[in-house]
């Protein structure tokens, strides 16, 4: 009988170290499997970075839709902001966010109580401040209504920053801007002759009722 018992005793104990020994190695493997897929990740991580710092145009990102909105946010009624007097040939700019590669068909702002008068371009540039594409020349559209002016052809954006610029070649039209003091992206306003490009220096200050509520489309 004690005999039996020890045998008993023997193999159950041979036993539990042959399950221990199992689950052991099953726990390295994972361990192993685990380590394989973090250094995957990091990899994957750091080949994304140096992309990224090696491209002027930033990791190629999949296309999608064409209106985006300007800092300066949405356009969400005809009274919204400041009621924004232009001085001729100034150009009032406001940064704005491409999220992904897009095609452009134009830009749009929205007017303010006065409409139908002054000639006017948008302007689209870049980070740099160098002009990527302007619309054509029109006349200032209906008061109180978003006007949407084309560009001569198409411009095809990559992801990044831009700013958008309005000008006006009177001071008759008025357009909505936002106004609050203190917000925290880049607005403002610089002199200029109507119709001639030029760079200007964007900054990093925000200057409230010169910020044109606008968008690409």
Same mark, same amino acid.
């Given at each position: ?59 190629? &990102?999949? /296309?999608? @839709? ?5 800092? +300066?946010? *949405?356009? $969400?009624?005809?009274?919204?902001? =400041? ?82 610029? &309005?000008? /006006?070649? @009177? ?5 909505? +801007?936002? *106004?609050? $003091?203190?917000?925290?992206?880049? =607005? ?30």
């Amino acid at each position: 009988m004690k005999r039996l018992l020890f045998t008993l005793v023997l193999i159950l104990t041979i036993t539990s170290m042959s399950i221990a020994q199992e689950w052991t190695t099953s726990q390295m493997m994972w361990k192993i499997r685990k380590l394989e897929l973090d250094s995957a990740y990091q990899n994957t991580r750091i080949g994304v970075l140096e992309a990224l710092k090696s491209s002027t145009a930033g990791v190629t &990102l999949p /296309s999608s @839709g064409s209106v985006n909105y300007s800092l +300066a946010g *949405s356009i $969400t009624a005809d009274t919204i902001g =400041a009621n924004t007097t232009p001085s001729a040939g100034y150009r009032y700019w406001v940064k704005i966010n491409i999220p992904y590669n897009c095609t452009l068909h134009g830009l749009s702002f929205l007017v303010g109580t006065v409409g139908g008068t002054d000639s006017l371009y948008m302007e689209f540039y870049k980070a740099d401040s160098t002009l990527a594409a302007r619309t054509t020349k029109a006349i200032c559209g209906t008061a109180k209504q978003i006007q949407s002016c084309s560009f001569a052809s198409n411009y095809t954006a990559v992801a990044g920053i831009y700013y958008i610029a &309005l000008q /006006s070649k @009177g001071n008759t039209m008025r357009f909505r +801007a936002h *106004s609050v $003091t203190g917000s925290k992206f880049v =607005a403002g306003s610089a002199t200029g002759s109507f119709g001639v490009a030029a760079a200007f220096s964007p900054g990093g200050t925000y200057t409230a009722a010169k910020a044109p509520f606008c968008a690409t489309w």
